[in-house]
């Protein structure tokens, strides 16, 4: 068996090959060689495979880049579309008027100080009071504070525009959350939404259960040191206290000592109530199953 050294036309791939053969294929690129005759251009099952994965991977590729742009401008005219409707609604948001002068209020005002000079003249303090705290003060406030915000309005308009479209956006998201909400839970029943069949037909049931007791004891003593009583104030005490005073004013360090001292030696005696409150505590839990009419299903939340 001979050998002969073959080199491929396409790649320059060298191969040795055996001499007997009229055709081989390439261990480089895969191109089919005819041996002793032309070579054939014929593309090969890989190269096919290859080639209609390549023109696949293509056509992917340019189909994706047309979708990017397509959402590309979609998304720029739909910002164009929001932004018209932004400036649209800022257009529409009214500045407040200047309203709230001291010259709207003139006749409030003026009723004011007339009511006012006439309680000065009449020497009517009634009066004076009335004017200045019914009339004229409150319509002066009004006019200040009114003027206060009208100018701070005036100094940012485009902010107080903003925050207008902004309530007004804030309003349709609460009624979008709703519509929501009314689609979810239904308008009539219980409004709850049977979660297999998604009927509105549906009843709910709260159950109590006991989940034990618990007992508590609140015990509270009143003492205070016991007095003397009728008898010794009768006899001894309303002569007693001048005694004591004077041995306070006469002999001060000696009744200081005994003060000090003989109060410790003396058995005091104690008067009070105690009062003792108790009660038990029972622990109640509440389960709501619902029902669905529709198709027997059961829940609980």
């Known amino acids: 068996m001979e050998f002969t050294e073959v080199k491929c036309p396409k790649c320059g791939a060298s191969m040795m090959v055996n001499s007997q053969l ?58 164009e579309i929001d932004r018209r409707e932004h400036q649209r609604l800022l257009d529409e948001v009214e500045l407040p008027a200047p309203y709230g002068t001291f010259y709207d209020y003139k006749k409030y005002l003026i009723s004011g100080g007339i009511v006012m000079l006439i309680g000065l003249l009449g020497r009517s303090v009634l009066l004076f009071v009335i004017g200045f705290l019914v009339l004229a003060a409150p319509s002066a406030y009004t006019a200040y504070k009114r003027n206060k915000n009208y100018r701070h309005v005036m100094e940012d308009p485009d902010k107080y525009r903003e925050w207008k479209v902004q309530k007004l956006y804030d309003r349709w998201d609460e009624e ?45 003593y009143k003492f205070k040191e016991k007095g003397h009583g009728c008898l010794w104030w009768l006899l001894i005490g309303w002569w007693w206290w001048i005694v004591d005073l004077m041995l306070w004013i006469f002999a001060f360090i000696p009744r200081l000592i005994i003060k000090l001292f003989a109060s410790g030696w003396k058995r005091k005696k104690y008067v009070g109530s105690s009062s003792t409150r108790g009660g038990t505590v029972n622990k109640i839990g509440y389960r709501t199953m619902h029902t669905c009419h529709n198709c027997g299903n059961t829940w609980e939340t």
């Open 22 to 79: 009229k055709r081989c294929t390439c261990n480089s690129c895969g191109m089919d060689i005819v041996l002793g005759g032309e070579v054939s251009n014929a593309p090969t099952a890989t190269d096919l495979y290859e080639q209609e994965r390549a023109r696949l991977q293509a056509q992917k590729d340019f189909q994706d880049e047309q979708d990017r742009i397509e959402r590309q401008k979609r998304r720029e005219r739909q910002e």
């Open 176 to 220: 979008d959350r709703a519509a929501e909400e009314e689609e979810r839970y239904g308008r009539d029943g219980n409004g709850l939404r049977c979660p297999r069949c998604g009927s509105h037909n549906t009843t709910s049931q709260v159950f109590q259960e006991n989940l034990g007791s618990s007992s508590w004891q609140n015990t509270s």
